[in-house]
């Protein structure tokens, strides 16, 4: 099963410019995550959020996390090329800090 | 140091075949993972080992999936009489400690194609 939801399922926009990519998910959690899927690659972590925080940033990102409405949203600011990839969040559930269930993922690409 | 490997990276084989799927984990990492991820999907949890033993395996979709991890490091996922509908990429995760707030180190999947 899946808990997150990420919207839009596709972004293209030109290099440089900011990308938003968004996520929902349904029940209570303990932290929020968002990974990166470059094509052919394995998965890479990005930023974990907890619960009781707001904001976080790491370099170009920035996430939000609004856990009244049970979403979350990851800012990539003057995106670049290698920003290409699929971008999923995941969520630990609240009665279980032991794993992680990831949503469908938001396709990024950046036009040259 | 040496990230997650998975062996093979890519595997065909034949409706009604027996199938095995191997993961290193990094080095001191006691939890791992298995996920099976479909075309345009994201990971799906399948398995998670802490040491030798699976602690949740609530996500293999039949008796037809089991996974071993004997020494608490390489793991195998093991798939018998495998269907079409299992054709997908199989990857594996390893982090610390099995909390959530541990980050998961992925290796690059193995891609299983049934025909």
């Known amino acids: 099963s899946q808990q997150g939801e990420e919207d839009p399922q596709a972004l293209s926009i030109q290099e440089g410019e900011n990308a938003t990519m968004n996520c929902s998910y349904k029940?209570?959690?303990?932290?929020l995550q968002w990974y990166r899927q470059n094509s052919g690659r394995g998965l890479v972590h990005l930023i974990l959020?907890?619960?009781?925080?707001r904001e976080k940033h790491s370099g170009r990102l920035r996430v939000t996390l609004d856990t009244s409405k049970k979403s979350s949203s990851l800012l990539i600011t003057a995106s670049r090329a290698a920003d290409t990839a699929s971008y999923f969040c995941?969520?630990?559930?609240?009665?279980?800090?032991?794993?992680?269930?990831f949503g469908k993922g938001t396709r990024l690409h950046i036009l040259p | 140091g040496a990230g997650v490997s998975q062996t093979p990276s890519n595997k065909v084989t034949e409706k009604g075949k027996y199938v095995e799927l191997r993961c290193d984990p990094i080095?001191?990492?006691?939890?791992l993972y298995w996920y099976r991820q479909s075309l345009g999907q994201g990971p799906e949890f399948l398995i998670y080992?802490?040491?030798?033993?699976?602690?949740?395996d609530s996500g293999l979709p039949n008796d037809r999936f089991f996974a071993v991890r004997p020494e608490g490091s390489v793991s195998t996922l093991k798939i018998q009489r495998t269907e079409r509908g299992d054709s997908a990429v199989y990857l594996c995760?390893?982090?610390?400690?099995?909390?959530?707030?541990?980050?998961?180190?992925f290796g690059p999947g193995t891609r299983l194609t049934v025909l």
């Open positions: 959020i907890r619960s009781n925080e």
């Open positions: 080095s001191g990492h006691t939890a």
């Open positions: 995760a390893s982090s610390f400690l099995q909390s959530s707030y541990n980050e998961q180190f």
């Open positions: 995941a969520t630990a559930p609240m009665n279980r800090d032991d794993k992680i269930i």
């Open positions: 029940t209570s959690i303990n932290n």
């Open positions: 080992f802490q040491g030798t033993g699976a602690a949740d």
